[in-house]
């Protein structure tokens, strides 16, 4: 049985890929944020991409979209200095944003 599949037979309303897509960045987020002490701050996106791929899988291009834009705003808000504002103070982060969009559209393109 495919993901899809799962989704339809559940009878589940339109809207919960995207929710479930939505828990699943959040959930990733904190297990990043819960990471830091260990890694630092170097890999801001590794767990996010995860979820973005398994969104992809479960809902397909929207729910995917969804996490993509999730992760985004959650990583340039908690995981990328300077934590706690949605600016992002140096190059290297804002490149790394860009590239972070840019892989998730095409894994939500797969997944779609």
């Known amino acids: 049985m495919t993901s899809k599949s ?7 309303s339109r809207w919960a890929p995207f929710f479930v ?5 959040l959930g990733a987020a904190f297990l990043q944020l819960s990471l ?7 890999f801001p996106f590794a767990l996010i991409f995860l979820a973005v791929l398994f969104s992809a899988w479960l809902g397909g291009f929207w729910p995917a979209l969804i996490a993509a834009l999730c992760g985004y705003v ?3 808000i908690y995981l990328i200095p300077p934590v706690g504002r ?17 892989v998730a559209l095409g894994i939500a393109f797969l997944g779609g």
């Not at 897509?21 to 960045?25: N, Q």
């Not at 830091?36 to 170097?42: A, Y």
């Not at 949605?86 to 840019?102: C, K, Q």
């Open 6 to 12: 799962v989704w339809n037979s559940a009878k589940s």
């Open 21 to 25: 897509s939505i828990l699943i960045v």
């Open 36 to 42: 830091v002490p260990m890694i630092g701050s170097k």
């Open 74 to 76: 959650v990583s340039s």
């Open 86 to 102: 949605l600016s992002i103070a140096d190059m290297e982060n804002r490149f790394g944003l860009v590239l972070y969009l840019i």
